[in-house]
């Protein structure tokens, strides 16, 4: 233990809001004041075009912004205020050698567009940053400590548990009446898993939702969170509440997330704060971008009536439906990375420092790789390439969890139910980074 780090077991996060600094205007709360309005991509001159807008998001209009940039510049180059430069790169092959390249584009200062390096406050006295922001080998340590829980062997014990859930919750659906898709089951769901996980209370587990839902959310009136201050607040209190979690499981270890965070060798000296980072990452990573699939397979089923015809006539094309949907919804928008040092890329001066965003939802949306790709088909060839998600050392360690929920409950589904029908659009989420649904009003018809 280091003189900077305090005793984990003696310090409180409580009264430690200076470990936890805040950036008051960030390029998301920037741009969504400057994107509001803004016109489809053929009125635009392609330096205007800048797909960072959550009002393209939750308004489902992002689309033509991408295939512009795909098709005239697909390495483009935005500045901002907050964020300075930055460059979007958007098709299948450049988006896979800025993700497979470690060495110089480095995740260590963030995975979302941040403020410019220059203006970011002073370093707080812990770090805070899971691992998925961090580099090769402080990463590697960190996610070999948790890496097991998605391990082949701890996959086929939850298999059965998922199975139970989704039951008792699809069991639970309203019959004939109109429904909220997103809370009755993909939050439902997702959420008990993660709790699961975690082995986190189950009478509480509603809290993992919330605190997944504040960490992306941009500040809005009557918004997710109304300020940065209350979600400063609201964090605070999760890694309070862990706390508690983290004393128990260090005196009785179990086969779960916090056990496995308080006794990795990487992490096991950590102050309650610290963990925050790997906490959230955790958090979101195991319930936002999964619940978000689920909604889409449905909504995306109704969208493509015949692929569901064809789904209920072949449950066992569920198989591979699973990472065409995953590839179609596409959950996390992008990924940033920072430049190393000064390098081309496409035949543009990347400068040192300048931000990188990795467009999976436009490289999913490449027809050089995905033809049709705008079309969810259930049977395409090759739909497990999707970069949904990502490439390289942070490939997402809980993506073969996620495969299993959702072909799980489409198993049950489709053993139950003649008909989900989804009876309106969606509302979708304020946010260019995580792409997913608010609400989903649904109609189901159980089979005679
Ligand atoms: C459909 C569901 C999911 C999607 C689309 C998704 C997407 C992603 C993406 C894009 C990355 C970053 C990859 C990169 O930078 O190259 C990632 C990393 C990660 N994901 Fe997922 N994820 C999903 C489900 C999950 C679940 C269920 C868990 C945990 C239980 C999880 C835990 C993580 C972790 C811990 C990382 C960081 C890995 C690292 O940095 O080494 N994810 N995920």
Not at 200 to 228: M, Y
Request: include cysteine; charged fraction near 30%.
């Amino acid at each position: 233990m280091t003189d900077t780090m305090p005793d984990n077991t003696s310090t409180s996060v409580s009264a430690e809001e200076d470990l936890l600094p805040i950036v008051l205007r960030t390029p998301e709360m920037e741009m969504a004041e400057i994107g509001k309005g803004v016109p489809a991509a053929s009125e635009l001159s392609i330096e205007e075009i800048n797909p960072v807008n959550a009002h393209l998001f939750r308004e489902h209009r992002w689309h033509d912004h991408f295939a512009r940039l795909r098709a005239e510049d697909p390495i483009h180059f935005n500045e901002i205020e907050t964020a300075g430069r930055f460059w979007s790169i958007t098709t299948y092959d450049d988006v896979r050698a800025v993700d497979g390249n470690w060495q110089d584009f480095s995740s260590a200062a963030g995975i979302t567009l941040g403020i410019k390096l220059e203006d970011l406050p002073p370093e707080p006295s812990l770090p805070i940053q899971p691992f998925i922001a961090m580099d090769p080998p402080d990463q590697t340590a960190q996610r070999k400590t948790v890496r097991s829980i998605s391990a082949p062997k701890n996959l086929r014990e939850l298999e059965g548990l998922i199975r139970e859930r989704s039951v008792k919750v699809l069991e639970d659906i309203p019959e004939g009446e109109v429904f909220d898709w997103v809370d009755t089951v993909s939050i439902e769901l997702t959420t008990l898993l993660l709790a699961t996980l975690f082995d986190f209370p189950l009478d509480d587990r509603r809290k993992l939702t919330r605190w997944s839902d504040i960490v992306f959310a941009i500040p809005e009136p009557g918004g997710v969170v109304e300020s940065q201050e209350q979600k400063r607040a609201e964090l605070i209190e999760c890694a309070q509440y862990f706390e508690g979690l983290f004393a128990e499981r260090r005196e009785n270890p179990g086969f779960d997330l916090v056990s496995m965070l308080a006794h990795g060798e990487a992490t096991k000296d950590m102050h309650s704060i610290e963990h925050l980072g790997n906490l959230l990452l955790l958090i979101v990573g195991g319930n936002d971008t999964t619940r978000n699939t689920m909604t889409g397979s449905v909504y995306g089923l109704n969208k493509y009536p015949e692929q569901y015809a064809k789904l209920k006539a072949d449950p066992s094309l569920v198989e591979k439906m699973v990472p065409e949907v995953i590839r179609w919804q596409t959950p996390l928008s992008y990924m940033r990375r920072t430049a190393n040092h000064d390098i081309e890329l496409g035949g543009k001066q990347i400068k040192k420092d300048d931000q990188l965003l990795m467009w999976y939802i436009s490289a999913n949306r490449d027809e050089t790789k995905f033809p049709n790709a705008e079309v969810l088909d259930i049977e395409r060839e090759n739909a497990a390439e999707h970069l949904s998600f990502g490439y390289g050392v942070h490939f997402c360690m809980g993506s073969r969890l996620a495969e299993l929920q959702l072909r799980v409950v489409w198993e049950e589904i489709l053993e139950r139910f003649e008909d989900i029908e989804v009876v309106e659009e969606p509302e979708r989420v304020f946010s260019s980074f995580v792409n997913g649904y608010s609400k989903l009003m649904v109609k189901a018809t159980r089979k005679k």
